[in-house]
């Protein structure tokens, strides 16, 4: 991941996410999920949805020490529009960046819930946005930050909620990517308290090292042309070898329009220069086509198309010219002046403890999320792959640089993570797990049918979330019929 900073405007993830904010996971510009990092939370109210109104609900720090009674507020958004007393509540969960309120205005969900009768909530992730639970994001502090205590606010505010509103109707909570896996879990550890989840494109496995993200990276650009993931391989390896030549480094500033001359004085800075050059793939394959028509926000066009166009493109040079055509190209789309690819820069920005400093706001707890529960790194360690040079061990130095925790420790906690919930082999009941056939995603995701009121429901052709965003008329007709097959799920389960 890139150097997230508000001193750099010149970064490039950082502004994809300012300038295109729509801030859910599920959200092109959110980059939390792919790797790491998000808005910052003013500017999400300069979004479409700026006039929503904000509440706020008081939580419990920790819920697993009944000795430590301190609280704190957490913010959640509310849509009444459609709910007939005693109808049901449609619960969607925040995750790993601001809870967008465009959700409340526009969505699939919406329609869910006019034709239910239903309430909408969503409730913001502890840490994430304006739910501040502690003072700032210092280790100690992070420590109260997990998908336990998350889901334990969520079964709080359930019961609250109920009891304040008088909400007689039965409760289906809904998320996607990690709020998707926060879904499933919730019915599996609180089944009294919702009687189905919609888990879209929940990835329910942990695992350290995840090489098949870019694996699926690789299968979505050969769909579009065959030629594409090997151009970028060759592409890729090209730089990586001549990052071991200092003479080249000054055509690679130059080229690649980095913000100061390039230093390379470790793997990591190597490695994370090579993982920003993939980021502008990466984020383009996760998202593809499918939620570019968010309503009220700037989209890109960038597709796999026009990635694979410029890489196929020999008017502009060789392979090594062509992987810089398209680091320009996603500069000027984002209007960025140059890329700061540093390692240093990126420890510097994302050590500030501080929820308003000049370090990534939401980078930092995400990570912290990654060492601490689900890894999920997207490594170039399969051959399968079009990148080079950002192995397993990049990804877990950065768990000992930033958090002191070991690799040894990732992986004790993922394990635990899967102990936890189960992993693939999660027993619940009523769960629905849409997935995107070229969603990276998917490969952690459920994708058969586990049981019989655990179907999954797959959707050819969509990327990340596809069915949680607003129908529109060019749409592909599965992705119609996915939205239409969760709805009846949904309206059964809720009867039964
Ligand atoms: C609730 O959703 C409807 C339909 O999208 C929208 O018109 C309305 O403004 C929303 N209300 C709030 C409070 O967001
Ligand atoms: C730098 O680029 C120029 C122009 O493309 C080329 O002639 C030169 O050989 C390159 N230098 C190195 C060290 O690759
Ligand atoms: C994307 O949009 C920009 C600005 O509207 C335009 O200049 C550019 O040509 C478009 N690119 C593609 C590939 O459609
Ligand atoms: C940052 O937040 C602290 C308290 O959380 C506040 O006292 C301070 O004024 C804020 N600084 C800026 C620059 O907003
Ligand atoms: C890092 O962790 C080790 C072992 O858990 C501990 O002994 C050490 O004090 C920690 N270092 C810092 C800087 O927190
Ligand atoms: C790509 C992927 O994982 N798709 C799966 C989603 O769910 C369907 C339905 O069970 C599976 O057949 C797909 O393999």
Redesign the pocket.
Known sequence: MSVLTFDHPSNLKLVLAIVLCLCLSCDARFKGFRRFGGPPEERQQAGAAAEVQEYWFTQKLDHFNGADTRVWKQRYYMNESFYRPGGPVLLMIGGEGPANPAWMQYGTWLTYAQKLGALCLLLEHRFYGKSHPTEDLSLANLRYLSSRQALADLAHFRSEMTEKRGLAGKWAVLGGSYPGSLAAWFRLKYPHLATAAVATSAPIHATVNFPEYLEVVWRSLASYSPQCPLLVKKASDTLNHMLKNPKTYSNITKDFQLCSPLQISSLMDSAHFLESLAGNFMDVVQYNQDNRAFEGVVGT??TIK?LCDVMADASLGGVYDRYAAVARLALR?FSQRCLDPQYSSFLHDISDTSWNGTGPTTGRQWVYQTCTEFGFYQSTDSPNQPFTGFPLPYHLQQCMDIFNVSAEAVGVCAQGTNEYYGGYGIKASRIVFPNGSIDPWHALGVTQDISEDMPAVFIEGTAHCANMYPARAEDLPQLALARDHVFLLLRQWLKE
């Open positions: 066009n960038i026009v789309t």
